[in-house]
């Protein structure tokens, strides 16, 4: 079984759409987030959730909105898409709290979205 | 959380030792040593972390220096499936559950 999924791999899709990534994680974490990484590879926090309570919010426009309906999941909808907004897109989750110092991040395969 | 520096990127032959520098001159006493690798197409993946002493798992060695200022990350025998970039990250030891914050890297090719 796959420790944390996203769907879908890839997206395609015109500027100005809405649209949405999934995120599950089956490894009972307290904690997940989503994280870009734009063309140049640099790999950035959007979002923090810890049971399902936000507790990181990154600078990032009004049109991304994360959403938690529980702890396994942390959906990340996008409204208005924009050409800059082509990146891939990582969920991660991690034991948060609990994990104390040795708090170990686990990564999804990612999502590639394009916008045309 | 601190910063580190790492080089851009290295060159290792296959089944030979690799030794990844990381500096974190600016490192806190309860800042913790942690190393991910991002393999081509995919998320990144933990390798190992750290506090004060030297760090063995399956996957890599972690050398600390006495000072703290610095660390190397050593793949013992690397494999062509160990071409990846490889981050080096401080985590405050009181920062649970909060994000880490990802340089550029080092890109380790490994030639066959």
Not at chain 2, 85 to 112: E, H, K, M, W
Request: glycine share 6%.
């Amino acid at each position: 079984d796959t420790a944390v999924s996203q769907t879908p791999k890839y997206l395609v899709t015109q500027m100005g759409n809405d649209k949405s990534i999934k995120c599950e994680q089956n490894l009972g974490h307290d904690t997940m987030y989503w994280y870009k990484q734009d063309s140049k590879k640099f790999l950035k926090i959007m979002f923090s959730y810890n049971n399902k309570e936000l507790i990181i919010n990154e600078t990032v426009p009004n049109r991304f909105s994360p959403k938690s309906p529980d702890k396994a999941h942390l959906n990340l909808h996008i409204n208005s898409l924009e050409l800059g907004d082509s990146a891939v897109y990582f969920c991660a989750s991690s034991r948060g709290t609990s994990g104390g110092n040795t708090d170990t991040q686990y990564f999804g395969p990612g999502t590639r979205l394009t916008v045309l | 959380d601190a910063k580190t520096t790492q080089p851009n990127s290295m060159e290792s032959n296959e089944e030979e030792p690799v030794h990844l520098p990381c500096n974190h001159s600016t490192i806190s006493g309860t800042d913790y040593i942690h190393w991910y690798r991002q393999l081509p197409s995919q998320g990144p993946e933990y390798v190992i972390h750290g506090l004060t002493s030297n760090v063995n798992n399956r996957m890599a060695s972690l050398a600390i220096a006495e000072d703290r200022k610095s660390s190397t990350l050593i793949l013992h025998r690397a494999t062509l499936r160990d071409a990846a970039v490889y981050y080096c990250i401080l985590r405050d030891a009181g920062n649970y559950g909060q994000n880490f914050v990802f340089g550029p890297g080092t890109r380790l090719s490994v030639l066959p």
